[in-house]
């Protein structure tokens, strides 16, 4: 029998410090970090569903880290290692690990999105969509469901395009309801969640925002190709001379609204303000 000294040898064995294979700590190799915006995490089976099924249909929009990456390392739950999908008849619709497959929105995918302008459009047609929530027994989701993108000020943003709204952090977005506001800024940890009087069809992500690290500058180099490739006209003028500026600095809050809630610091000509606009 093998002793406990030479057990715990095998298992550590079989772990790679992801720093050595070029990888940090999250498990993501050098150009996801300069390249992913952001990464949802699914915290649903529903959510899970919607990662699986784009694994298969657009696979530059997932994440998949190696087995031998931090991921499966830092588990130590089964549960929390797998993910078993189990259909209405008992039969198994999908099985991978949940810490290993994730929907990732990266820069590099610009040239193969629906609509530019829009950034990833999430939604129920495939003809509209970047990220399709292909099942909807109760219709409560849109063609076009809600889009995140980045706005002038180089912010990770979520407006909602829906009939029936979107969820970010317990707050009710609606495009076409004056009571709602129809966007919000994302940050790490965000929740996103589509609602269904189905529990089994509630879609919910966590959102990840990947460290930079010393890929700040090239990630900020993405950036700017995307903001380049995206907007259009004076949108793109003002985003790009923003982007170049980083005018903003410190730490922000917007709601979306017409009126800024951004309170932060900025630099403009060499001079240090603080910004405050509430509605």
């Known amino acids: 029998m093998a002793s ?20 940090d700590s999250s498990g993501l190799d050098e150009s996801d970090m300069a390249d992913i915006m952001l990464i949802l995490h699914p915290t649903t089976p529903a959510a899970s569903r919607v990662v699986a099924h784009t694994a298969k249909t657009r696979p530059e929009h997932v994440l998949l880290s190696d087995a031998m990456g931090s991921y499966a390392a830092s588990a130590t739950d089964i549960e929390e290692q797998e993910t078993i999908i189990i259909g209405k ?16 929105l990266r820069f590099s995918s610009a040239p193969f999105l629906k609509f530019k302008s829009n950034g990833f459009v999430f939604g129920r047609n495939v003809n509209t969509s970047d990220i399709v929530f292909s099942q909807d027994t109760g219709r409560r989701i849109s063609n076009q469901h809600f889009k995140i ?22 707050k009710v977005l609606k495009c076409n309801d ?29 959102v990840r925002i990947p460290s930079r690290g010393s890929h700040k500058e090239r990630y900020e180099e993405n950036k700017h190709a995307f903001i380049s490739a995206c907007a259009a006209g004076g949108d793109r003028d003002r985003a790009l001379q923003l982007h170049r ?23 403009v000509a060499k001079s240090t303000a603080v910004l405050t606009h509430c509605r």
Request: net charge negative.
């Open 4 to 23: 406990s000294q030479e057990q715990t040898q095998l298992a550590t064995q079989q772990v790679l410090d992801p720093r050595r294979i070029g990888q």
């Open 89 to 104: 008849d008992g039969e198994r619709v999908a099985h991978f690990a949940s810490g290993t497959t994730e929907i990732a």
């Open 149 to 170: 993108y980045l706005n002038n000020y180089g912010i990770v943003m979520l407006e909602d395009m829906s009939t029936n709204g979107t969820l970010v952090d317990h």
């Open 178 to 206: 004056g009571k709602h506001n129809k966007a919000r800024m994302l940050t790490a940890n965000s929740m996103i969640t589509i609602l269904n009087a189905n529990e089994d069809e509630v879609i919910r992500f966590n």
């Open 245 to 267: 500026q980083k005018a903003y600095r410190g730490t922000m809050k917007w709601d979306g609204g017409e009126h800024y809630n951004i309170i932060g610091m900025f630099t």
